[in-house]
């Protein structure tokens, strides 16, 4: 690893530090797994470092960081169901720590998460950060706009036909479903 | 702004709920010392050395601080792109049945010395040679190798015996049947000037694989699909000669050699002045060949 310049040290505090729990919890929201998410952390961090010269001249930097944690997120769980498919439920299992075969409600609970993950896991890498960023993250669509380097308009395409696919994908699932059962 | 449409399904509730913000200790505590890790690695950079060969690695393949040459090569899309170019292309040449030059010499020298070794291991041959009409009078040869260290040579003129030539274990005598005469000789070089010049360089084995290997440039070999032979070219440029020689696949034998004279034009083959068909089988010596024993004395009458 090269020296880092002076801007280098100041990197972390200006920019990572102040939404260190906004990248931890973009990652675990989607991957869901204590060692897939600490491995999906490590990818977005070099991949930050690598592009640290770029986020730093970015008109919205914390929007673009987020946004590569959410794309390596996306990353592990395409991984995980295009490898590990048998794996997935133990790994969510263990995630979850749902040790308790009687707790049917939670193990309900994980099979309909499985099936929100793999439906975002099939939807075009773009079109999920915007999703994601947009519906999970609660950001504006212009902030989405230059973290995806893209007008406002195409997120709001790419969002509108996210959604689209994602009611068409997940219709089988009772509205509402999950709230009643996480109370 | 166009109103975002109501879905049957609520999307962004479900997303939510699915995806709700529950991060549990264990996971903050794994993501919290990756990101210390992380903090430290920029602060103390020399304190992190790559040593391990995960690093090692990871350092190839994620190659900020590498020379952009290296960066290029060890760039896992780069490795990409070259592996499926390089199987494109190969799959392109395997389809038009393209070989290199490189393959093509070196199948050409493996069957030259195939050839060459196989005639030094061979006892025996029969082979005519036709000459090219000299002022209308024809010479032809009959070679013999009749066992190793014996060859017979007979020199034809309108279908008749002129002269004969006998080599027996190095030694060279020359009989002509007609004038009852027989000469003797010590060596080879001693007839270069005679009837025999010709055939000097096919009168034992090891003469004939000795001018494929030392004599003759080989250039090329070529072979017809599905043919059990193929043809190996040769040039003599310090006599000016153009061979050719065809060559059986299955024994690696000649079965024809084709002598041209070299154009000067075109470095290619001119008018064709010699040609020598191989039959490798013992020699019939039940012909009233005689044997140098038979004869008299050195130069003198029968």
């Known amino acids: 690893m090269e020296t880092p310049v002076p801007d280098d040290r100041t990197f972390y505090e200006e920019l990572i530090a102040p939404i260190e729990s906004q990248m931890m919890r973009s990652i675990w929201r989607v991957v869901r797994h204590p060692e897939l998410a600490e491995d999906a952390l490590q990818d977005a961090l070099a991949i930050i470092w690598r592009k640290r010269d770029l986020i730093r001249r970015h008109p919205n930097p914390r929007a673009l960081v987020l946004k590569i944690c959410l794309n390596a997120a996306c990353d592990s769980l395409r991984k995980r169901n295009r490898f590990l498919p048998r794996q997935t439920d133990s790994l969510s299992a263990q995630g979850q720590d749902i040790s308790d075969p009687s707790d049917v409600g939670r193990q309900e609970r994980k099979r309909l998460e499985d099936e929100v993950l793999k439906a975002i896991a099939r939807l075009p890498k773009k079109q999920a950060a915007a999703v994601l960023m947009r519906i999970v993250q609660d950001q504006p669509y212009d902030a989405i706009a230059k973290a995806l380097g893209c007008s406002e308009v195409t997120v709001r395409i790419q969002v509108s036909r996210g959604r689209a696919r994602l009611s068409r994908w997940l219709s089988h699932l009772r509205p509402g479903s999950l709230k009643e059962e996480s109370r | 702004m166009k109103k975002e449409k109501p879905l049957a399904v609520d999307i962004d509730g479900l997303l939510k709920d699915a995806l709700h913000d529950d991060l549990p200790a264990e996971a903050e505590r794994r993501m919290q010392r990756r990101l210390a890790e992380f903090k430290g690695m920029i602060e103390r950079p020399a304190q992190h050395p790559a040593t391990s060969p995960a690093r090692f690695w990871q350092r190839l393949f994620l190659p900020k601080d590498r020379p952009s040459a290296v960066r290029w090569i060890f760039n896992k899309q780069a490795l990409a792109f070259l592996s499926i170019f390089m199987l494109a292309v190969g799959g392109f040449l395997q389809a038009i049945g393209h070989r290199s030059a490189l393959a093509e010499s070196l199948t050409s020298l493996r069957t030259s010395v195939s050839v060459a070794d196989s005639i030094r291991q061979s006892g025996f041959m029969e082979c005519r040679v036709q000459m090219a009409a000299k002022e209308g009078v024809r010479s032809d040869y009959v070679i013999r190798w009749i066992q190793p260290g014996m060859t017979r040579v007979d020199v034809q003129k309108d279908g008749e015996v002129r002269e004969t030539l006998w080599i027996t274990n190095g030694e060279v005598v020359i009989v002509d049947p007609l004038k009852n005469l027989r000469q003797k000789f010590a060596s080879l070089k001693q007839i270069q000037d005679s009837v025999f010049q010709p055939v000097l360089g096919f009168l034992s084995p090891a003469l004939l694989a000795e001018n494929m290997d030392q004599r003759w ?25 153009f061979l050719k020689m065809i060559v059986d696949l299955d024994t690696f034998l000649p079965v024809q050699i084709s002598r041209s004279r070299l154009s ?25 060949m005689m044997l140098p024993e038979t004869l008299g004395k050195n130069g003198s009458a029968l």
């Open chain 2, 264 to 288: 000067a034009e075109h470095g290619g083959p001119a008018e064709e002045v010699m040609r020598l068909d191989f039959t490798w089988n013992q020699p019939d010596l039940s012909q009233g």
């Open chain 2, 217 to 241: 440039q080989l250039e090329r070999f070529e072979q017809k699909t599905g043919s059990h032979q193929g043809t190996l070219t040769f040039t003599n440029h310090e006599k000016g000669l």
